[in-house]
T-cell receptor
Framework: DGGITQSPKYLFRKEGQNVTLSCEQNLNHDAMYWYRQDPGQGLRLIYYSQIVNDFQKGDIAEGYSVSREKKESFPLTVTSAQKNPTAFYLC????????????????FGDGTRLSIL | SQKIEQNSEALNIQEGKTATLTCNYTNYSPAYLQWYRQDPGRGPVFLLLIRENEKEKRKERLKVTFDTTLKQSLFHITASQPADSATYLCALDDYGGSQGNLIFGKGTKLSVKP
């Protein structure tokens, strides 16, 4: 079955440490996204990518970095500069090339829950 | 930029009744509005998309309406079942923000009691 796989499901970060969250899709989608979800808040966009080797900052990109070397993969690194990283992180993908077509539904993975040790 | 309000954090109804969830937006009318379902600890799952020139869209027991005058979408689940219990999110495009990406409401948690 086609879908999006996020790993790990749970992740713990020590102070001053960078951690990387994995996101892989086999839907042949061009666009991929990273969101952060906090209790009582809507999903907030961190980064998005419309095509391989290109990505754009979302609304809360500070303290995060991404890469898009392959169409299938869009890893997110939470750097030590992110002072409040505890959250549920969701990766999504959708069809369509630039500009992003909001007519297309987004397909989500099952998230990674990041906590601070 | 666009703001979305899902004006009920939680909605409790009895099995068999119709659940009605509300999504209001504050600025420009979006070209499309989407509804998603999210279960605890899982990612959202797409349910329905409605365009600005569509008044109503149906899929099995689900119905979505879109009123650009009221700046509102209503999401209905008829003959509700306990399995419908979840958080429902509305989302629309945000041309004032990150180049037409979706912005999401905070969601309404629906509980259907047997």
């Amino acid at each position: 079955d086609g879908g999006i796989t996020q790993s790990p499901k749970y992740l713990f970060r020590k102070e001053g440490q960078n951690v990387t969250l994995s996101c892989e899709q086999n839907l042949n989608h061009d666009a991929m996204y990273w969101y952060r979800q906090d209790p009582g808040q809507g999903l907030r966009l961190i980064y998005y990518s419309q095509i391989v080797n290109d990505f754009q900052k979302g609304d809360i990109a500070e303290g995060y970095s991404v890469s898009r070397e392959k169409k299938e993969s869009f890893p997110l690194t939470v750097t030590s500069a992110q002072k409040n990283p505890t959250a549920f992180y969701l990766c999504a993908s959708s069809r369509g090339e630039a500009p992003i077509d909001s007519n297309q539904p987004q397909h989500f993975g099952d998230g990674t829950r990041l906590s601070i040790l | 930029s666009q703001k979305i309000e899902q004006n009920s954090e939680a909605l409790n109804i009895q099995e068999g009744k119709t659940a009605t969830l509300t999504c209001n937006y504050t600025n420009y009318s979006p070209a499309y509005l989407q509804w998603y379902r999210q279960d605890p600890g899982r990612g959202p799952v797409f349910l329905l998309l409605i365009r600005e020139n569509e008044k109503e869209k149906r899929k099995e027991r689900l119905k979505v309406t879109f009123d650009t005058t009221l700046k509102q979408s209503l999401f209905h689940i008829t003959a509700s079942q306990p399995a419908d219990s979840a958080t429902y999110l509305c989302a629309l495009d945000d041309y004032g923000g990150s180049q037409g990406n979706l912005i999401f409401g905070k969601g309404t948690k629906l509980s259907v009691k047997p």
